[in-house]
């Protein structure tokens, strides 16, 4: 089984088999520049997630979590968020649309402030590392090590479809859970070969930025650094899900596998596939509207994720966009 199709049967598993928040593919560095990203993740919810669900379905801006903005008085808005105006216009515009921010006018000038203040809505994450197969193990040893160095989730587990020797789990990081995974085409079984252990994410880490011939480059990790991180790959996983789009193509359809529910089937190649590789670049493409897919019913059928909730801005005193002269007054 490709590792595409093997991703998406193993999040509907978990969508199904936990109350957590499951998501794929979500950005996990603090420093280094090629970016680690994350195959699976499964983001525990707290006892402050019915605060969090009540403000938004989709992802609130991280920037606009990390800025000076509180809940307690209004900040004029150029100086909100100590980046490039242009890019702190986007960020708070977004605040706002979200509902995590709200504005007022006065005097011809913008004031934002935090419509709440921001729940820690969860309390475990966790990270699954997606290989349907474990002939080649000498990058995925690497990503797992870095992944325990840092300590920026709670666990790591390697998913697998292979039969895992005692070999394979001599060369796992010890701090890793291993699960075997067998998917067929009605289900999906999961069996713990090794239980993860807890990493110290309340500590500092290492990170690797990078490797070259008999050189390793590292950076520490503080404990607020992982901290900023681990809200921000929280709050991305609760807006972002783990279904995918679907492609504009007549050969693709929706259909169940494994448990899975609305996923893209090409019938030109007669599998699962990963839209990202569709287009006019294949030879069985063929120009169509995407199949009518409603992602978000199917996720708030089967997690507490809310789709649309009531919201907790209390008032907009004034509709304008950020931006206008008088908003650059000092």
């Excluded at 994450?125 to 300590?151: C, F, H, M, W």
């Excluded at 989730?153 to 075997?180: C, E, F, Q």
């Excluded at 609760?238 to 529910?261: D, E, H, I, L, N």
């Excluded at 649309?308 to 004034?318: E, L």
């Amino acid at each position: 089984m490709r590792e595409y199709e093997f991703e998406l049967s193993l999040c509907a598993h978990l969508e199904r088999s936990t109350e957590g928040i499951v998501a794929r593919q979500l950005g996990a560095s603090v420093h280094a520049t090629a970016g680690r990203v994350l195959d699976t993740v499964v983001v525990t919810p707290s006892a402050a997630f019915e605060r969090r669900r009540a403000i938004t379905a989709e992802t609130i801006p991280p920037l606009a979590i990390e800025c000076s903005v509180g809940p307690g008085r209004a900040t004029r808005w150029p100086g909100a968020v100590d980046l490039h105006p242009e890019t702190a216009r986007g960020v708070l515009e977004r605040a706002v649309d979200v509902g995590f921010f709200e504005r007022e006018r006065r005097s011809g000038r913008t004031y934002v402030r935090q419509a709440v203040r921001y729940p820690i809505w969860f309390d475990e994450i966790i990270a699954i590392e997606n290989k349907p197969t474990l002939d080649r193990p000498g990058a995925l040893i690497e990503q797992l090590q870095y992944d325990v160095s840092l300590g920026l989730v709670d666990r790591v587990i390697l998913a697998t479809g292979s039969y895992v020797t005692r070999a394979h789990l001599n060369r796992i990081p010890a701090p890793v859970g291993v699960w075997r995974v067998e998917v067929d085409s009605e289900d999906v079984t999961v069996e713990e070969v090794r239980a993860p252990q807890a990493l110290a994410v309340d500590e500092r880490g290492t990170e690797v930025l990078d490797r070259a011939a008999g050189r390793t480059d590292v950076r520490t990790v503080s404990p607020a650094e992982k901290t900023r991180v681990r809200t921000r790959i929280a709050e991305r996983a609760y807006g972002k899900g783990w279904r995918p789009a679907f492609p504009a193509c007549a050969r693709v359809q929706s259909t169940a596998r494994a448990g899975t529910q609305s996923v893209p089937h090409c019938a030109w190649k007669d599998r699962v596939v990963d839209p990202g590789g569709c287009g006019p670049d294949c030879p069985g493409y063929a120009s169509a509207p995407a199949p009518a897919v409603d992602h978000d019913a199917a996720r708030a059928a089967r997690t507490p994720w809310e789709p649309d909730p009531d919201g907790v801005v209390r008032t907009q005193v004034d509709l304008d966009r950020f931006g206008s002269e008088s908003d650059h007054d000092s």
